[in-house]
């Protein structure tokens, strides 16, 4: 979302006659686009600040931007710490940046904007074949832990002709892959529903797949199953956040679902959808978290054989319910129940790739491999990374090939031999 949201500051500073530099030496202007999910995000933009400081000193002409979620977090604290930012605003206020830079006065612009699913924001993409195209702002779900529904507002949802006319002008111009962008995609709704839309955009000539990022379980319809497994451009992969197993700490991020009805919803798509990837997020050590809840976590992952997941110790966020929770479980035990998830879904992603070898794959071709030589680089229908030996490298083609070795984090494929 946020590298998305880098995409519209772009559009909109392209539309001002802005060109982009990553030299911050020959900058006019430089704009901190900030994170604030984690408290690690929030540290590494203050060390990243301090470095402009001096870069003002030496050019006074310079003007410097933090846009992001600690933009909308901090406000005028930025500044109080910070007296040489010239603009602070927060996503709901990405608009507002063609006024400040007309102007050679401060702002900060971190009210709540309602309109913002109106506004039609200018996007430069950096890539041709993949694109993000956001359906929906904001989040009313307020998971305890999460700083989200305070920094982006509550949700507000695209109006469907605005995004299906996005869609078709990306296809037009090339783009392949579409990958549909909200806080919780399944609560999408305008003229339109999620599943909905799905079938609009399925029907669009040219896009070949479509993905949507990310899925909150108690919202995850029989619809949005039945589009899944019916519509041809949808591909077979869902990111679906557990966070949890334990069905007290699941109650206690107010996540409004139990792990039984989690698992139930897993068993559906496995049956609607032959072949799906199922990914997750998973947070260690949320406060109150007993031995027990761990291992009830520890189970699901063995339980569920997620394709891949994402886990994070958990971080107390301004604002949220869970930072005034008894956060008093000492950070060697967090950081082992971490280390735990993240060894034993090491394993079971290794077995899935495994069972892949010998199959057939349809990649999406992105381009020369990072490896080098004559290698490309190419994704599965299920989101998995593919490298293939070739000197055919058109980026945006669709590509048969088949799984020869299960690596760690990619697998290897080779060109079928009829
Ligand atoms: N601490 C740790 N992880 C968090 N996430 C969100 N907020 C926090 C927090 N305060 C994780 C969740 C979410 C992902 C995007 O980030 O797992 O799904
Ligand atoms: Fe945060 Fe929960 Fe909303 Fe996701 S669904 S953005 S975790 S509040």
Redo the contacts with the bound molecule.
């Keep these: 979302m946020n590298v998305h949201d880098s995409e519209k500051i772009l559009g909109v500073l392209d539309a001002e006659g802005y060109k982009a530099t990553n030299d911050p030496l020959t900058a006019e202007l430089i704009i901190l686009n900030t994170c604030s999910?984690?408290q690690k995000a929030e540290q590494k933009f203050y060390s990243e600040l301090g470095r402009f400081r001096a870069l003002k000193k030496k050019k006074p002409g310079l003007r410097i931007a933090i846009a992001g979620c600690i933009a909308q977090q901090e406000g005028m604290k930025i500044t109080r710490k910070a007296p040489y930012v010239d603009f602070v605003f927060g996503p709901q206020n990405v608009h507002l940046l063609t006024k400040f830079l007309k102007d050679n006065e401060p702002h900060i612009a971190t009210e709540d904007n309602p309109d913002i699913a109106l506004h039609e924001l200018p996007v430069i993409r950096n890539d041709r074949i993949k694109a993000w195209v956001t359906i929906m702002y904001g989040c009313n779900n307020f998971?305890s832990?999460?700083?989200?529904p305070y920094t982006r507002g509550r949700e507000r949802s695209r109006p469907g002709h605005a995004i299906l006319k996005e869609a078709a002008g990306l296809a037009e111009s090339g783009c392949r892959e579409i990958t549909l962008l909200g806080q919780n995609v399944n609560s999408y709704r305008s003229d339109l529903d999620f599943p909905g839309l799905l079938r609009e955009i399925d029907k669009i000539e040219g896009i070949e797949r479509i993905r949507f990022v990310?899925s909150h379980p108690k919202d995850l319809s029989d619809a949005l199953i039945d589009a899944i497994a019916e519509l041809p451009m949808v591909c077979e992969h869902i990111h679906l956040?557990l966070?949890s197993g334990s069905d007290a700490v699941l109650q206690h991020m107010n996540r409004r679902y139990t792990y039984k009805e989690y698992r139930e919803k897993v068993e559906k798509l496995r049956n609607k959808v032959p072949g799906i990837a199922i990914t997750s997020?998973?947070?260690a050590g949320f406060p109150g978290e007993t031995v027990k809840d761990h291992i009830n976590t520890v189970n699901a992952l063995h339980e569920i054989e997620y394709d891949g997941i994402?886990a994070?110790?958990?971080?107390?966020?301004p604002d949220?319910g869970?930072a005034e929770m008894d956060d008093s479980l000492p950070q060697h035990i967090k950081s082992s129940r971490l280390y735990e998830i993240l060894a034993v879904q090491e394993k079971i992603t290794a077995r899935k790739n495994k069972s892949l070898e010998g199959t057939r794959q349809e990649i999406l071709v992105e381009g020369k491999s990072r490896a080098g030589g004559k290698q490309i680089s190419g994704r599965t229908r299920t989101n998995k990374i593919v490298t293939v030996e070739t000197s055919d490298c058109t980026e945006g083609t669709l590509m048969n090939v088949e799984i020869v070795r299960a690596r760690q984090h990619s697998l290897e494929g080779k060109l079928p031999k009829e």
């Design positions: 999910i984690r998971c832990y999460c700083v989200v990310t956040p966070q997020d998973i947070i994402f994070f110790n958990f971080s107390p966020r949220t869970a």
